[in-house]
């Protein structure tokens, strides 16, 4: 069984950080382009940050830019999602994706995660 798992999520104070991971298992991820994704409550799913298969590329929304960080270790068939300056409004369930040809802003999505909440306290 394929399947993406995140964890790292957690209550923290505005101006902290996280790291977030996205763990595959069932088959190697190594060769998909990855995104994650953020859904606040009665708000839409929002694109966060993507990496290419070999992370030589990378992307961010611009509400993140410069304060999250995205990685992956493919030996480990894991990709990261560090955050740093974190503030109140990054409050929302995270979830990592796998996603054909670098669309991470459109898709189409291969497997997703159930995701895991990041709540930041001001």
């Known amino acids: 069984q394929v399947q993406l798992v995140e964890s790292g999520g957690g209550l923290v104070q505005a101006g902290g950080s996280l790291r977030l991971s996205c763990a595959a298992s069932?088959?190697?991820?190594?060769?998909?382009?990855m995104g994650w994704f953020r859904q606040a409550p009665g708000r839409e799913r929002e694109f966060v940050a993507g990496i290419t298969w070999s992370g030589r590329i990378t992307d961010y929304a611009e509400s993140v830019k410069g304060r999250f960080t995205v990685s992956r270790d493919n030996a480990k068939n894991t990709v990261y999602l560090q955050m740093n300056s974190l503030k109140p409004e990054d409050t929302a369930v995270y979830s990592c994706?796998?996603?054909?040809?670098?669309?991470?802003?459109?898709?189409?999505?291969?497997?997703w995660g159930q995701g895991t909440q990041v709540t930041v306290s001001s």
């Open positions: 994706a796998a996603v054909l040809g670098s669309n991470w802003r459109t898709g189409p999505y291969t497997y």
């Open positions: 069932g088959r190697t991820f190594s060769r998909d382009d």
